[in-house]
């Protein structure tokens, strides 16, 4: 079971950025996305396809369509350049997978 | 919630390591708990998971029959016992708490909510 993110993804400052993830069994399982910045543990910032857990804004939402999961970034901003991960489960919950990993680059 | 692993370092092929998760600031036998490591300049790799009553766990392919996981409520403490190493197990391992909800259907809700600072794993000889 694997997930499928694009390597990198850029925009300029106050652009929006959109960060997709596909794969064959995300119909059946809820979507989920992570924030790593260099040298730092990755942080929960989109559960259940579309909830932000407290404390991240409002810019970051998420969203899907069939076997696809699309995380987007409204306005983005310098800080928001990292390692931006998705993930997801097997039908059974048996294996979590994660996705490649996309860079953004905020130009 | 605080996770603070330890045990890393640098170990021989073929040798054996264990790494352990001392966990603060929740009830930790009411938590599944995960192993999820990354490869020098690489992405996150799913390791192992073990439910919150420390009987149901499961493995990545890539290290099932040499990797353990294992809890011990009496201490707060995830460990993951490592065997027969390889070099393409030199990585950060993180250990992570799962999320342990459901949706108002019961669908499972299972993601890292909270993770440890990782330690690092060097297989070299």
């Known amino acids: 079971y694997e997930l499928t993110q694009p390597p990198s993804v850029s925009v300029s400052p106050g652009q929006t950025a959109r960060i997709t993830c596909s794969g064959d069994a995300l119909p059946d399982q809820y979507a989920y996305w992570y924030q790593q910045k260099p040298g730092q543990a990755p942080v929960i910032i989109i559960y259940?396809?579309?909830e932000r857990p407290s404390g991240i804004p409002e810019r970051f939402s998420g969203s899907r369509s069939g076997t696809i999961v699309t995380l987007t970034i409204g306005g983005v901003q310098a800080e928001d350049e990292a390692d931006y991960y998705c993930q997801s489960a097997d039908s059974r919950s048996t294996h979590w997978v994660f996705g490649g990993g996309t860079k953004l680059t905020v130009l | 919630v605080q996770l603070v692993e330890s045990g890393g370092g640098v170990v021989q092929p073929g040798k054996s390591l264990r790494l352990s998760c001392a966990a603060s600031?929740?009830?930790?036998?009411?938590?599944?708990m995960h192993w999820v490591r990354q490869a020098p300049g690489k992405g996150l790799e799913w390791v192992a998971v073990i439910y919150y009553e420390g009987i149901t766990k499961y493995y990545a392919d890539s290290v099932r029959g040499r990797f353990t996981i294992s809890r011990d409520a009496s201490k707060n403490t995830l460990y993951l016992q490592m065997n027969n190493l390889r070099g393409e197990d030199t990585a950060v391992y993180y250990c992570?708490?799962?999320?342990?909800?459901?949706?108002?259907?019961?669908?499972?809700?299972?993601?890292?909510?909270?993770w440890g600072q990782g330690t690092l794993v060097t297989v070299s000889s």
């Open positions: 600031g929740f009830t930790f036998g009411d938590y599944g």
């Open positions: 992570a708490r799962d999320s342990e909800d459901y949706d108002i259907s019961g669908y499972p809700v299972r993601y890292c909510d909270h």
């Open positions: 259940k396809d579309n």
